[in-house]
């Protein structure tokens, strides 16, 4: 099993609709999670923590749950801008290590 | 700039032949990271650096790959005799210091490797 599990999608949306990604992680030790956003043949960058209480950015929304070891991001009001690779990370208590999940793919159709 | 950078951009080598990848992360990130990201795969650790700490090398595929770092700052990966299945692109990232649990990674755009 991979340390950090991600639907490879895609997931493809109209303009204006509200999708969620999923991703799980093995390691109950883990500690720090992010999301992630990777356009096309572009470097990773940071789209949110996720907080244990969850947290909201914007139209962006991530939830943590750590009983069943999973993170959302829910985004709402999708725009072709949002069209993106979004990467799953994870790092665990008392390491440096992030464990990235290969991304769930986006496409916010016109 | 005040970005990671990275050099090459692309670089496209035969088979056998050794490859030099830089990085020069942000002024003041002393945490520094390796990757690899293979198409359709996720990011694949390759090494760390940490001040003047020894470096945690375990994420190295081969002895073919060597990474240094100077002064803490610019770094280089090596690769010696390519094999085909090193294209891939090479991500470096930073990190600040301190305890911070959120603390983020900013990457550079990436070295594109092919070999042919």
């Known amino acids: 099993r991979k340390e950090v599990e991600q639907d490879p999608g895609p997931f493809n949306v109209p303009e204006g609709a509200t999708v969620a990604f999923n991703c799980t992680y093995s390691n109950s030790a883990s500690q720090s999670f992010f999301w992630y956003r990777q356009d096309c043949r572009k470097e990773p960058k940071l789209l949110m923590s996720v907080y244990s209480s969850g947290n909201e950015d914007g139209r962006f929304t991530a939830q943590l749950n750590r009983a069943s070891q999973y993170i959302s991001l829910l985004i709402r009001d999708s725009k072709l801008s949002d069209s993106a690779t979004y990467l799953c990370?994870?790092?665990?208590?008392?390491?440096?290590?992030?464990?990235f999940g290969t991304g769930t793919r986006l496409k916010v159709l016109a | 700039g005040a970005g990671v950078s990275q050099s090459p951009s692309n670089k496209v080598t035969e088979k056998g032949k050794d490859v030099e990848l830089r990085c020069d992360p942000i002024s003041g990130h002393t945490a520094l990271y390796w990757y690899r990201q293979s198409l359709g795969q996720g990011l694949e650790f390759l090494i760390y650096f940490q001040g003047n700490s020894a470096p945690d090398k375990s994420g190295l595929p081969s002895d073919r790959f060597s990474a240094e770092r100077t002064g803490g700052s610019v770094s280089t990966l090596t690769i010696q005799r390519t094999q085909q299945e090193d294209s891939a692109v090479y991500l470096c990232a930073g990190r600040g210091t301190g305890e911070n649990l959120y603390n983020e990674q900013f990457f550079g755009p990436g070295t594109r490797l092919t070999v042919l």
């Open positions: 990370v994870v790092k665990g208590s008392g390491t440096y290590k992030y464990i």
